[in-house]
């Protein structure tokens, strides 16, 4: 099993940036890709980004790409989200997650998740 902890959610302005990070520890030899979600109140949990083990490969959900950027650690067991220009649409909770796989999931297949940071943009 991976166990992953975020990190780096806050209070910012809008227009501001944030970077979250994601440790992961447990049984971080195999390969395994990691991603972000994010659940707002009163909303359903949405994909935000992926990227696979290598970190060679990464996907964004369409209306946050270009804002947002994850990549993964030299070590490979931290992942990151970078957001800029946030929006207080972009308020929620973030989640970070992970499944063993040596390719890049493009949807929810993910069996480990984080206890979620939050991130709230005032306007």
């Known amino acids: 099993q991976v166990q992953l902890v975020e990190s780096g959610g806050g209070l910012v302005q809008a227009g501001g940036s944030l970077r979250l990070s994601c440790a992961a520890s447990g049984r971080t030899s195999s390969s395994y890709a990691m991603g972000w979600f994010r659940q707002a109140p009163g909303k359903e949990r949405e994909f935000v980004a992926a990227i696979n083990w290598s970190g060679s490969s990464t996907y964004y959900a369409d209306a946050l790409e270009g804002r947002f950027t994850i990549s993964r650690g030299n070590a490979k067991n931290t992942a990151y989200l970078q957001m800029d220009s946030l929006k207080p649409e972009d308020t929620a909770v973030y989640y970070c997650?992970?499944?063993?796989?040596?390719?890049?999931?493009?949807?929810?297949?993910?069996?480990?998740w984080g206890q979620g940071t939050q991130v709230t943009v005032s306007s």
């Open positions: 997650a992970a499944v063993y796989t040596d390719y890049l999931p493009l949807g929810n297949e993910y069996d480990y």
